[in-house]
């Protein structure tokens, strides 16, 4: 059982994120698999929580990674794993596992001020960009630190054991 502050279950969400926009602070809000956290992440991570005063992280739950086909093997890491390590964070403010294929549902819960994805996204294919915008939020691309990817790190270690 989890008994971090920081990860919130999925029916907490809404109630813990309206309190906090009543509060006057602006939400920003991300997600991902975060399978090995690296310094692509971190940087990321941190650019977002710029963007505003509460950084909320949706993270895919381990079925709604293997959906996703990125390798057999993963998640190489399971949810509460992942969840603890990104809530360790000082600049993390909560963090929210999802089970469904896409946060659209966790985005339209949380409501944040400030939508990201990275510069691989153009703003009108952002799940979640037409309810956030609509609602008087923004939404923000951000760049990626060049040569981090988990997928790079995966390959790795598998041609590392390969040498072994």
Not at 19 to 45: E, M, P, Q, W
Not at 117 to 130: M, R
Request: charged share 25%.
């Amino acid at each position: 059982m989890n008994t971090n502050p920081k990860i919130w279950k999925r029916e907490e969400a809404r109630q813990f994120a309206a309190g906090i926009k009543a509060s006057g602070k602006r939400i920003v809000f991300t997600n991902g698999c975060f399978d090995i956290l690296h310094a692509g992440h971190v940087t990321y991570l941190q650019e977002a929580a710029t963007l505003g005063d509460f950084l909320v992280v949706g993270v895919n739950s381990d079925d709604s990674v293997k959906r996703l086909d990125k390798s057999p093997a993963r998640p190489l890491q399971n949810e509460f794993s992942r969840s603890t390590v990104l809530a360790a964070l000082q600049f993390v403010g909560a963090v929210i596992v999802f089970d469904e294929d896409t946060p659209l549902e966790l985005i339209q819960a949380v409501k944040p001020d400030v939508l990201v994805k990275g510069a691989d996204y153009k703003i009108e294919d952002i799940l979640g960009a037409k309810e956030v915008l609509a609602a008087g939020g923004e939404v923000k691309t951000l760049e990626f630190l060049p040569g981090y990817s988990t997928s790079n790190i995966e390959k790795k270690i598998l041609e590392a054991n390969q040498n072994i």
